[in-house]
């Protein structure tokens, strides 16, 4: 059982938060590190379909209007060159997605988890975790060790503690490079959805943010020449524009007001072959990084807490605990993962496969989201 355990969480992202309020629900005793300074994000959306609306509200982050989120009410897909309507693909059977200003949502996480009587240190540089006897030792970048009774590393794709327990590994470079932006929005639209508008070797996804007075954008490009992993580089908002010129319509005035962008080079990473060592797991990215080409990577962390808590909560046996979660999510993970990369390039066609592709979706649009239904409808929650 968890009543009594002492936690240590490794970072205090999406996953990290949302895994030290699960585990308060069940009585342990939980302490954040997290190496920032204070808790804070990049201005950034995310989407969050039924799946992972169904952890926050069962952690009673938020209720049945989720607060701070932005109803989608689906996906309008469009052609690069002046944004003519390709389809339009309605919102998943299985519930509503939100969008979500990824600081909001931190923000929201963050507070469930002080009111929940979280412990949380700012300015903590984990070097890694590891399994001493039946505990956790923690140890700090300045040597001091924290021992736990288990240690959960939510500490992103590029973890040390993944490492520490699957060895050295060499991410792939998917050619592809995302380019992300926020810009002030006035144009409200009363059912407000994402807008994907495909180009050759490009796409651009926008939504908006905050009951409309922000858009998001991503910008999506295959490059070759690339060799930096990681997602916070600054970027040139007229460079962003150049390799962009040629699409036309809203997604040209949106890019024409871009004064600061990030790049972020997409790596693949395989689902880690172990999750766990009996005492330390990962969870989050640091698991199952994940490409965004299914907006699943903070959902699949909201999953992988919530079934982290109820494990341990249903065994007495630490070791037999993290060993049930990881049984319990490998595989979902892996498939949606999968998923994820098979749809990288579906909008990046040329011609002549491009047109061909674009009149299968005009077709096909209506009925496109039933194929992810088995992501979407996927209710940890519901036992």
Known sequence: ???????????????????????????????????????????????????????????????????AGLRSHGTVLRDYRAGRLVS???????????YYHRADLIELLHAAAIRSGVEIRL??????????????????????VITADCAIAA?????????????????????QVAWRATIPWTYRDDTPRAVLTMGPGRHVVTYPLRDQTLMNIVAVEER??????GWRRQGDPNELRSRFADFGGPVWEMLAQ????????????PVAPSWQNGAVALLGDAAHPTLPFMAQGAC?????????????EGHVDLASALSSYELARKDRARHVVAAAAANARNFHFRSPVREVAQLALRVLGPRLGRRYEWIYSHDVTAG
């Not at 999406?14 to 994000?41: D, F, H, K, S």
């Not at 339009?88 to 939100?98: K, L, M, R």
């Open 88 to 98: 339009e693909v309605p919102g998943p059977a299985a519930g509503s997605t939100y």
């Open 300 to 312: 699949l962390a909201l999953e992988d807490a919530w079934v982290l808590a109820r494990s341990l």
């Open 123 to 144: 300015g903590q540089q984990v070097a890694t975790a590891r399994r001493a006897g039946n505990r956790a030792e923690v140890e700090m970048a300045g040597g001091e």
């Open 258 to 269: 871009v004064r600061e962008t990030h790049l972020w080079a997409l790596f693949l990473r």
């Open 224 to 229: 070759s020449d690339w060799r930096e992993e």
């Open 155 to 175: 500490d992103g794709g590029r973890s040390t503690i993944r490492t520490e327990l699957n060895g050295i590994e060499t991410p792939k470079f998917t050619h």
């Open 1 to 67: 059982m968890t009543d009594g355990r002492n936690i240590c969480v490794i970072g205090a992202g999406i996953g990290g938060l949302a895994a030290a309020v699960a585990l308060r629900q069940t009585g342990a005793e939980v302490t954040v590190l997290e190496q920032a300074g204070e808790i804070t994000e990049m201005g950034a959306g995310l989407q969050i379909s039924a799946n992972g609306m169904a952890v926050l509200r069962g952690l009673n982050v938020v209720g049945d209007t989720p607060e």
